[in-house]
């Protein structure tokens, strides 16, 4: 009868072989996490900017105007910066991990601060839905995964716009 050796431990090839495979599961792996993570951050800036333009609505129709501040507004952004984080926050303008969002005289937008998805979301004050702005694909991806209103009313020149909500 014909008797294994005793083997205790694995030989390099199969280790190798083992890391092969898992660095081929990572690597297609890790860009759909990444991508599914910036359409989180996204949808959270969608909602966010949703809530700071009917915040706006809401103080124009109690003061006759809309608001030059963010501390005017009855909305509280989760995740602001602090000053200590060398981020500055002004009366205008607030930066959090993700986005920095910026109070304009006619609309609100979430700049992404990412340096792989550049997208900007604005809300008007004078329409029901916002806009995903982007001028590169990366972006494109991101916008148009939060769902696009009519498709018929996405632009692309140099930059692409994308009607939401």
């Given at each position: 009868?014909?008797?294994l050796p005793n083997k205790k431990g694995v030989t390099l090839m199969e280790?190798?072989?083992?890391?092969?495979?898992?660095?081929?599961?990572?690597?297609?792996?890790?860009?759909?996490?990444m991508s599914a993570l910036e359409k989180g951050r996204a949808m959270e800036a969608v909602t966010l900017v949703g809530h700071l333009v009917a915040?706006?609505?809401?103080?124009?129709?109690?003061?006759?105007?809309y608001a030059t501040s963010f501390k005017a507004l009855d909305v509280e952004i989760?995740?602001?910066?602090?000053?200590t984080d060398a981020t500055v926050v002004t009366d205008?303008?607030?930066?959090?991990?993700?986005?920095t969002y910026q109070l304009w005289g006619?609309?609100?937008?979430?700049?992404?601060?990412?340096?792989?998805?550049?997208?900007?979301i604005?809300?008007?004050?004078?329409?029901?839905?916002?806009?995903?702005?982007?001028?590169?694909?990366?972006?494109?991806?991101i916008c148009s995964s939060l769902g696009v209103k009519d498709?018929?009313?996405?632009?692309?020149?140099y930059e692409c716009n994308y009607r939401i909500q």
């Open positions: 009868m014909f008797k280790m190798m072989v083992v890391v092969v495979v898992l660095l081929g599961m990572t690597a297609v792996a890790y860009p759909t996490y915040a706006q609505h809401k103080y124009k129709a109690e003061n006759g105007a989760s995740g602001q910066a602090k000053t205008t303008k607030i930066t959090t991990k993700g986005f006619s609309d609100i937008s979430a700049t992404s601060k990412s340096n792989k998805y550049a997208y900007k604005i809300g008007y004050y004078n329409r029901d839905d916002l806009t995903c702005k982007t001028i590169d694909y990366t972006g494109r991806k498709a018929s009313e996405t632009s692309c020149g």
